[in-house]
């Protein structure tokens, strides 16, 4: 499978997962992830699964700053819904690398490891998005915002065409290009930008 070359432009992050390093899946629990694991999770590549890449890997550094962050030890909470707007996209990249899972999570072993209700929805208190260390009373409140990283206006021409397969083979390559490179812009050319994501 090809995916656009700009994937491997954008930074990685690398956890400590205790749990693999319990099982032997990973020397010392280390586990690099990419931008193109979250793609694969999704099964597409987006402006929101860019953004949750971007908000997810900068909440981890405020939490843990040049330490590796501990996957299994975070606590994800999202103000609105599961339901609502992109909230669940955005849970499924967050829960990828931090590995807070909902009800339906590993239950764990003798007490430990334990990955279930560490996702939560309708928390009022947590504003859109709060990432919270287990381990002791650390906790980021995140907002994402990609109004700053507009597309280009032929998309909107496009659009229309591509989902009623009205577009040619030519309209519709263009489409693709144009819809990623948007994403680069997110990822590459915004990857500091505070803009997109505001952490306290």
Do not use: N
Not at 100 to 114: D, E, I, M, P, T
Request: charged letters at 25%.
């Amino acid at each position: 499978m090809t995916f656009p070359a700009f994937f491997e432009d954008v930074p990685g992050i690398t956890l400590r997962d205790p749990l693999a390093e319990f099982l032997g899946a990973a020397d010392g629990g280390l586990i690099e992830y990419r931008y193109v694991d979250a793609v694969r999770l999704a099964g597409h590549s987006c402006p929101t699964v860019a953004g949750a890449w971007l908000l997810t890997t900068r909440a981890l550094r405020a939490l843990y700053g040049s330490e590796a962050p501990e996957r299994g030890a975070i606590r994800v909470e999202f103000g609105e819904s599961q339901r609502s707007g992109v909230a669940g996209v955005i849970a499924s990249v967050a829960g990828l690398l931090t590995g807070a899972a909902g009800v339906g999570g590993f239950k764990g072993l003798a007490g430990r490891f334990s990955r279930r209700d560490l996702l939560q929805f309708e928390v009022p208190e947590a504003g859109d998005i709060r990432f919270a260390r287990l381990d002791r009373a650390a906790a980021v409140r995140c907002t994402l915002d990609l109004s700053p990283v507009p597309g280009d206006p032929r998309m909107g021409e496009l659009l229309p065409l591509v989902l009623q397969g009205m577009a040619g083979a030519e309209e519709a390559a263009l489409f693709g290009r144009l819809w990623q490179e948007r994403v680069r812009r997110i990822l590459i050319d915004h990857h500091d930008d505070p803009a997109l994501v505001r952490i306290s």
